[in-house]
């Protein structure tokens, strides 16, 4: 199965991921994780990404592109893409890949919920370097306090999730990524929008149901 998974920064798109993949088997590819793995490696793209991910900008197209073909490529089982595509130019370059493959995305999965809720998710948010786990000191916290419960990793707050940058990241989905969503309804894909307010289960139990059709 492949699906898009669409939402704004702190949607709870990390967090579903997590259990959209176990449920179904496929590959979990984060554009986020990826580039945040790229510049702990030290490589020229995670250089090149730095500046735009600190200050809540889209890294450029064309490094996007190319790093996000590859490993959907990598992926021969399926996969859930989280965090691309983030521009029109991005989706326009992953249909023409799709269709050189003779492949199509079975689902995009859109999550809905409002900037204030976003901004308290986000500034609570907790992350495991290591097991790229994800936490939220109020709605997701750890069992033990600021460890993670798998491998009891030490929590960190993402340089982006500060306030002033998390305004800027809102911004840039609402100036760049939302007419992404226009983009997949005129082409008359299968949309699945769900309500992400909701409490976590609530959310990942209303995706399963439609997923759980596609995937038959
Ligand atoms: P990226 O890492 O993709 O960040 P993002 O899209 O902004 O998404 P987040 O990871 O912040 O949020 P999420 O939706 O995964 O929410 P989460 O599950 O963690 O991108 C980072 C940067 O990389 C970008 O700014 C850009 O510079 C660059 N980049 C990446 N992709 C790119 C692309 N395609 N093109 C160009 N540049 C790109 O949840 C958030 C918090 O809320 C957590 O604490 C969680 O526990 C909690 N939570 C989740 N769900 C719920 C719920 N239902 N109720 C209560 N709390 C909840």
């Known amino acids: 199965m492949r699906v898009i998974l669409l939402g704004p920064p702190g949607a709870g798109k990390g967090t579903q991921c997590e259990n959209i993949v176990q449920r179904y ?4 590819l984060s554009s986020g994780d990826i580039l945040r793995g790229e510049r702990a490696a030290g490589s020229e ?11 809540g900008a889209l ?62 998710r986000l500034t609570g948010r907790r992350i495991a370097p290591k097991s790229g786990r994800v936490y939220h000191i109020k709605y997701n916290p750890p069992k033990e306090d600021n460890k993670c419960d798998e491998t009891g990793e030490e929590l960190i707050q993402r340089e982006d999730d500060k306030p002033e940058v998390v305004k800027n990241r809102l911004k840039t989905y609402h100036d760049q990524t939302e007419p992404v969503l226009g983009y997949y309804r005129n082409t008359g894909k299968n949309i699945i929008d769900v309500r992400a307010d909701q409490d976590i289960e609530k959310v990942t139990s209303s995706i399963f149901d439609e997923l759980d059709k596609v995937d038959k």
């Open 25 to 28: 088997d496929i590959r979990h």
């Open 45 to 55: 793209l995670g250089k090149k990404a730095q500046s735009y991910m600190d200050s």
């Open 59 to 120: 890294v450029p197209d064309d490094l996007i592109i190319e790093m996000m073909i590859k490993a959907i490529k990598s992926a021969e089982k399926g996969y859930i893409l989280d965090g691309f595509p983030r521009t029109v130019v991005q989706a326009e370059a992953l249909d023409k890949a799709l269709d050189a493959a003779g492949e199509k995305v079975d689902a995009i999965v859109n999550l809905e919920v409002d900037d204030e809720v976003i901004i308290e």
